[in-house]
């Protein structure tokens, strides 16, 4: 079945360094991949997304390039603030019908002054 | 814009007993999801609804757990017979279906404690 595969965090890095949190996936087909993101206490926002391969993905200084040769999907940016502390989630839809989503188990990044 | 809504957002309750939790899809929405997600852990699908009719269900979803949402807006799972290990925090999300990009906008959770 589908699946995700994230690094483990957590991920913590100095306000303005380079951040990238790995994400590769196993599924049928070249589904849509997504970025998702968990502040302390709520639910999940979407970050970005990309429908096809070789998209590139991008929001709020976030980008993550889809590349179906190494089945990734990683989440870099080039300068992180403390108010991006967060749990980053990658995720896929199910390619058959396209209901759920599968996540990868999270990685919680904290930035610091 | 109103975004997914859940209701409550805590929810504390002895093992035993019957929890009800309500979900507010946005407006256009005709798919409503459930997930559960544990502590440090990302969310698992449960079940979903294409407008009023459940399409899925999960295996997780034991028959303690039901889903409803009977004029396809609002949706409701109850939990009967809470036991400890239901202790999570639920999520709601809704999506419009033929997009084709199969996102979907979370509500921001209900959070369950068994004692």
């Known amino acids: 079945g589908d699946s995700v595969t994230q690094m483990e965090g957590p991920v913590t890095l100095s306000e303005e360094a380079f951040l990238t949190i790995n994400c590769t996936y196993t599924?049928?087909?070249?589904?849509?991949l997504f970025w998702y993101v968990q502040y302390p206490g709520e639910g999940l926002q979407l970050l970005l997304k990309?429908?096809?391969?070789?998209d590139k993905g991008s929001n709020k200084g976030f980008e993550a390039t889809y590349r179906k040769e190494t089945t990734s999907f990683h989440l870099e940016k080039g300068s992180v603030q403390v108010s991006d502390s967060a749990v980053y989630f990658c995720a896929l839809p199910n390619t058959g019908t396209a209901s759920k989503l599968t996540f990868g188990t999270g990685t919680r990044l904290q930035v610091t002054l | 814009d109103t975004g997914v809504s859940q209701d409550p957002r805590h929810k504390i309750t002895k093992r035993g007993q019957n929890v009800t939790f309500r979900c507010d899809p946005i407006s256009e929405h005709n798919r409503l999801y459930w997930y559960r997600q544990t502590l440090g852990q990302g969310p698992e699908f449960l079940t979903y609804f294409q407008n009023e009719a459940q399409l899925e269900k999960s295996r997780l979803l034991s028959d303690r757990f039901s889903a409803e949402r009977p004029k396809g807006s609002f949706s409701t799972l109850e939990i009967q017979r809470t036991e400890q290990g239901d202790s999570a925090m639920y999520l709601c999300?809704?999506?419009?279906?033929?997009?084709?990009?199969?996102?979907?906008?979370f509500g921001p959770g209900t959070r369950l404690t068994v004692t």
């Open positions: 999300a809704s999506s419009l279906r033929g997009t084709g990009s199969y996102e979907q906008y």
């Open positions: 990309a429908t096809k391969a070789d």
């Open positions: 599924a049928t087909g070249y589904p849509s």
